[in-house]
């Protein structure tokens, strides 16, 4: 069976035209990401644990629980957000000592043309790209709210309370809620209004509104419920009601995290659901949406302009290269939280806040590339 695979594999490599330096330089791709990447989780989880070693400590909880409860949700979610900068990085690094060493010099100079050149390095961007986008859209979200759960269990973090929601329930009725306390998906102040044309038809006014995730239904306590037909106003006034509503508790939720913790196809969902609604929070749960798909694929443009800046032998080493990398680097950063803030508060559309960096840097990295080592 191995000597089946085996002979595949070379079948499969010649008709592909992979060489040995293919290999190794995709080795050195995938293998610098891993080792920076281990790296800086290495020293984030040292300075995560000096600083909350004593928190855990004074709320008893088990070494278990604060390994799988909380490093293991918390990890993911660094990696995948780190992930660019430091595929970038790590490309900087092995091509520039690639090129300290006359390597990249001998294989151009062997006649191997500087686009069969880039061929392992698409394919390593491509990879990484690929576990990006897995850990964006499937792994991170779920270790998200399980990271969430252990907070609000152990640490006492404190469930965000918001005050004055109005959300459209239906085409023509509303939902009201004074204050909707997310720690124990609870509403106070309750108020349900239909409308026929431009008056009110119905409307439903409870003290307490609570959500019953068992059987889907809202109940509402101390309810009064006025109806009017022709004219004609009926009041009825009751303990308690269970009945149903076009919103979730999640509706309730108005803050950005929520997007944080949905897959991909059941956030579009959502954002679609909070449209209808009239939510203020569409831009970011937007951005969010976008985001899962713009800094995967920010890898491959990140690791062509990696290799554009450090392919060329300089004089004074690796550290001229870093420092170019690094100021790019962080203007890449830079313009990420601008345009985010003009998609959030800026007018400037959603989609373009996202893809407008990449768009930016992309252009660099096709002028970049025309003046690399050939």
Aim: proline share 3%.
């Amino acid at each position: 069976m191995k000597k089946r695979l085996a002979l595949w594999r070379e079948k499969f490599r010649d008709a592909i035209g992979w060489k040995i330096i293919d290999s190794y330089i995709l080795k050195k791709f995938l293998g610098s990401v891993v080792y920076a990447v281990t790296l800086l989780m290495t020293i984030v989880i040292v300075f995560d644990v000096s600083e909350n070693i004593q928190r855990f400590m004074d709320k008893n909880i088990p070494v278990k629980d604060i390994i799988t409860g909380y490093y293991f949700n918390f990890i993911p979610y660094f990696i995948n957000l780190f992930i660019p900068l430091f595929t970038f990085i790590s490309v900087i690094w092995f091509t520039s000592k690639m090129s300290s060493n006359n390597e990249i010099i001998s294989i151009l100079g062997n006649g191997v043309s500087f686009k069969r050149f880039l061929r392992p390095y698409l394919v390593g961007s491509i990879i990484t790209m690929l576990v990006s986008l897995f850990l964006a859209n499937f792994i991170v979200p779920t270790t998200n709210e399980r990271l969430n759960n252990f907070k609000y269990e152990y640490l006492g973090r404190q469930a965000t309370q918001t005050t004055y929601l109005h959300i459209k329930n239906s085409v023509n009725s509303y939902v009201f809620v004074e204050r909707w306390d997310r720690s124990t998906q609870t509403g106070y102040y309750f108020t349900y209004e239909v409308f026929d044309d431009k008056n009110i038809s119905e409307k439903i006014s409870a003290r307490v509104i609570t959500y019953n995730d068992t059987t889907e239904l809202w109940t509402l306590s101390d309810v009064v419920r006025r109806v009017i037909t022709n004219g004609e106003e009926t009041v009825e006034t009751l303990p308690s009601l269970d009945t149903v509503f076009n919103v979730k508790p999640i509706n309730f939720n108005q803050d950005a995290f929520v997007s944080e913790t949905m897959s991909y196809n059941d956030l579009r969902r959502f954002i679609k659901e909070e449209k209808m609604r009239g939510s203020s929070l569409v831009a970011q749960y937007q951005i969010e949406r976008h985001k899962r798909i713009a800094n995967p694929l920010g890898i491959i443009i990140l690791s062509f302009l990696g290799l554009s800046v450090s392919s060329r032998k300089t004089t004074r080493g690796l550290g001229v290269h870093l420092f170019i990398g690094m100021g790019l680097a962080f203007s890449f950063i830079f313009l990420q939280q601008v345009s985010t803030v003009f998609s959030v508060s800026g007018g400037l559309s959603p989609v373009l806040g996202t893809w407008i960096p990449n768009l930016i840097f992309l252009a660099i990295t096709i002028y970049m590339l025309r003046f690399a080592q050939k």
